[in-house]
């Protein structure tokens, strides 16, 4: 039986952050830029056996990113300036009334 050469895909995003890997054994070749080849099931299954950590932080920030063809970990600092580009969420509708409530008890002059 002879085995069969598996070609790594990536997705990336505006930035090159690879946002997605995948193998032609599950993708056409259209699906991303072709990053890698070979036997085994770290080519097979690429999905979570290419890269030695996962794609994503425990935060969700891409780890890799794709330079002149070739996939990288990126930096702490690039790392760093996503997260910092997070938006701040809204207050939960629990956390607004509760501002409020303060706020009013604070110009009227109430103790809560």
Same mark, same amino acid.
């Given at each position: 039986?002879? @085995?069969?050469?598996?070609?790594?895909?990536?997705? $990336?995003?505006?930035?090159?952050? $690879?946002?997605?890997?995948?193998?032609?054994?599950?993708?056409?070749?259209?699906?991303?830029?072709?990053?890698? =080849?070979?036997?085994?099931?770290?080519?097979?299954?690429? /999905?979570?056996?290419?890269?030695? /950590?996962?794609?994503?932080?425990?935060?969700?920030?891409?780890?890799?990113?794709?330079?002149?063809?070739?996939?990288?970990?990126?930096?702490?600092?690039?790392?760093?300036? @996503?997260?910092?580009?997070?938006?701040?969420?809204?207050?939960?509708?629990?956390?607004?009334?509760?501002?409020?409530?303060?706020?009013? =008890?604070?110009?009227?002059?109430?103790?809560?």
């Amino acid at each position: 039986m002879e @085995d069969e050469v598996y070609i790594v895909y990536a997705k $990336i995003d505006s930035e090159n952050r $690879i946002i997605s890997v995948n193998s032609s054994a599950f993708v056409s070749p259209d699906w991303g830029s072709d990053i890698d =080849a070979g036997y085994g099931d770290k080519y097979h299954h690429a /999905q979570g056996n290419y890269f030695d /950590q996962p794609i994503y932080t425990d935060d969700g920030i891409p780890r890799y990113k794709l330079v002149d063809g070739q996939a990288v970990e990126r930096t702490e600092e690039e790392m760093g300036a @996503d997260r910092a580009a997070i938006p701040v969420p809204p207050p939960t509708a629990q956390e607004q009334l509760r501002a409020d409530v303060d706020f009013i =008890a604070a110009m009227t002059g109430v103790t809560l």
